[in-house]
């Protein structure tokens, strides 16, 4: 199993910056890649930024130029930096570990931005 605690959501004014962690413990060497997913109130959950194993990222469209995913093998964290947020990046952020046959997911933390 892979356990997963983000951290770092909130509420910030449009154009401002958050930084997400997600700390994971557990099964950490069976993680083929983490990633970060939206769910905003009556959508779909949605991919964000996800980062393998080797390093590789890809970005949803909607966040690319603003948002980085990042990660620390020693600490076994990954992070978001949302810089330059809109009202529209405003949901529920989850992370996600990958592990081929399996997911797991964390809790999620808040991020609201205001106009």
């Known amino acids: 199993q892979v356990q997963l605690v983000e951290s770092g959501g909130g509420l910030v004014q449009a154009g401002g910056s958050l930084r997400l962690s997600c700390a994971a413990s557990?099964?950490?060497?069976?993680?083929?890649?983490m990633g970060w997913y939206r769910q905003a109130p009556g959508k779909q959950r949605e991919l964000v930024a996800r980062?393998?194993?080797?390093?590789?990222?890809n970005y949803a469209d909607s966040v690319k130029g603003r948002f980085t995913i990042s990660s620390d093998n020693v600490k076994n964290t990954v992070y978001l930096r949302m810089n330059s947020l809109k009202p529209e990046d405003t949901a529920v952020y989850y992370c996600n570990a990958d592990l081929r046959v399996l997911n797991y997911w964390g809790r999620g933390t808040q991020v609201t931005v205001s106009s």
């Open positions: 557990g099964m950490i060497s069976s993680i083929a890649a």
């Open positions: 980062i393998t194993r080797g390093g590789s990222t």
